[in-house]
Structures are given as C-alpha cells and as structure tokens.
C-alpha cells in the first residue's frame, strides 16, 4: 500500500554539488511527474513522463534533468545545485484514463 | 493555455463556521478542477475532482465545491469547520488534451480558531 515513495526526505547540499532525487510508484500508472513547491507560489511543474521512455519539459526545467528509468522510477537530477533550487519536490503519477494524482510525501531540499 | 487563481492566501475562521475558499480557473477548454489538501509537512491529498458530470461535487472530510462556467469558478465549502481542517489547500485545472499535467493555484491556508 505503498504508493508513491520518495527518498531522500531531506537534503542539505552545497552550491555546485550534483543529486539525484529518486521516486517510485507501485500502481502500475503510466505517467508521473515532478513539481516543486514555494511559498506562496503552489507547485510548478519541471518536468514530466507521460508513458515510460518519454520525457518532457514542465513550466521551470532549467537546472534539472529527469530519467524514466522503468514505468516504476522517475529520477530528477540537479547536475550543479543553485540556492534558487532550495524548494520542496513532490513527485506524482496518475493513470491511464485517471484525472488527478497521487503525490508522494516530498522530498525538502536546502542549497547552501 | 490554462491558470488558477485562488483568491485569500490566509482565511481564518471560528471552529463550527462556514468554511469558503475561493478559486478561479481560466481554461481554453472544458476544463477538470481539483482540490488538495496538503497538512504540515506532508505531500497533497486529494479532497475532490470535478469532470463534467455532477456540477455539485462532495469530497472527503464533509468538503463539496461547485463548478460554475458562468463564473469560471470552483469554490470549496464545508458548512462547519473542525480544528482538524487546518492546513493549506490547492485548487488545480487540467483538461482533457495535451499532457494533462494539473496547473496550481498559489493555496490557501486555513486556520481555524477555537
């Protein structure tokens, strides 16, 4: 029952430095998604995966990369962390036919 | 090209008083409209959806929220508050084309007094 599981929790890195946010689902969906979430700003969409083996650009993809690595994993990866990128991350799927998603738990990262 | 404007982004309210949140959406297309509920560091849960049928909708908790077209509005109700609804709360639109990927409002964090 686990649905959407994000790790790490919590994040602290330094400016510069490189990693990967992991997300799993075990609902069998086909598309999932990454936003990130700011005060006063509501969640904003990076980037998503409609079916495994396609990604796509969200409204704010500059400074991430994604993989969808399985139908299960979609990965969102900082390459070089700006402080602009301290935020919490939400990872999402949704079904075939669905409207609506189940969220993960999140993921608070803080560059320093 | 589709956005969500929720209007209030604090609403305080008495324990036991009507609760109303108040949200916008702007749509090129018949749209789909959401509500979430995000409690202190916690992901979102979903509260209710509205996708063309019923224009009346009833969620979880004793929530229900009303898709107006003439209005372009989906304000989220419930007739008493109980300390427990405190969190924040999202408003969000997709249609049926495209990616689907849900557009956010800003929130609304409610909080209830005693």
């Known amino acids: 029952n686990a649905g959407v599981t994000q790790t790490p929790k919590f994040q602290v890195l330094k400016t510069g430095q490189s990693m990967t946010l992991q997300c799993a689902q075990d609902m069998n969906h086909n598309s999932m998604y990454w936003y990130r979430q700011d005060p006063g700003m509501g969640l904003r969409l990076i980037y998503y995966?409609?079916?495994?083996?396609?990604?796509d650009k969200g409204e704010v993809p500059n400074g991430y990369n994604v993989s969808r690595l399985n139908k299960r994993e979609f990965s969102l990866r900082l390459e070089s962390a700006a402080p602009s990128q301290t935020s919490v991350y939400f990872c999402?799927?949704?079904?075939?036919?669905?409207?609506?998603?189940?969220f993960g738990s999140g993921t608070r990262l803080t560059v320093v | 090209a589709q956005s969500v404007t929720q209007l209030g982004s604090h609403v305080s309210v008495s324990e036991g008083a009507l609760v109303l949140l108040r949200c916008n959406y702007s749509s090129s297309v018949p749209p789909y409209l959401f509500w979430y509920v995000q409690y202190p560091n916690q992901g979102l849960q979903l509260l209710l959806k509205y996708t063309s049928a019923a224009t009346l909708v009833k969620g979880i908790n004793g929530f229900e929220a009303e898709f107006k077209k003439s209005e372009t509005s989906f304000h989220l109700t419930k007739p008493s508050a109980h300390m427990s609804d405190a969190a924040e709360y999202f408003c969000a639109v997709t249609s049926d084309t495209g990616r689907r990927a849900l557009t956010f409002g800003s929130g609304t964090r409610l909080q209830v007094q005693p």
């Open positions: 999402a799927s949704s079904g075939l036919g669905q409207y609506g998603y189940t």
């Open positions: 995966s409609a079916s495994e083996g396609t990604t």
